[in-house]
């Protein structure tokens, strides 16, 4: 049963644009908090930005913020990840989340779905 499903990956080149995309076919998670989340090659997944239930708040880690802008549709079932000036450090899987609260929070044990990520590279 596929929960959340990640596109938009790719290959970009450092200073390059990509757009994430997280659909929920079939369930809503409006009443949710969403993150995304990101695992580089052998690095632990580690939080990149999240957002309440009701797109107010956003949160993001220190290593994207400025340049990743988390936002959502719930009338879609969508959460999007702009992501701008993108480094090659920025490599990596990026997984959606749904939070098992309104609020975001930025742990692993904070979400409960989890997509199967999709692959961003970034060329330096």
């Known amino acids: 049963q596929v929960l959340l499903r990640e596109s938009g990956g790719g290959l970009v080149q450092a200073g390059g644009s990509l757009r994430l995309s997280c659909v929920a076919p079939?369930?809503?998670?409006?009443?949710?908090?969403m993150g995304w989340f990101r695992q580089a090659p052998g690095k632990e997944r580690e939080f990149a930005a999240g957002?309440?239930?009701?797109?107010?708040?956003?949160s993001y880690a220190d290593s994207v913020k400025g340049r990743f802008r988390i936002s959502r549709d719930n009338a879609k079932n969508m959460v999007y990840l702009q992501m701008e000036s993108l480094k090659p450090e920025d490599t990596a899987v990026y997984y959606c989340a749904a939070g098992r609260g309104v609020v975001a929070g930025s742990e692993l044990d904070d979400y409960y779905y989890w997509g199967q990520g999709t692959q961003v590279t970034v060329s330096s």
């Open positions: 957002i309440n239930w009701g797109g107010g708040i956003t």
């Open positions: 079939g369930r809503t998670f409006s009443m949710h908090a």
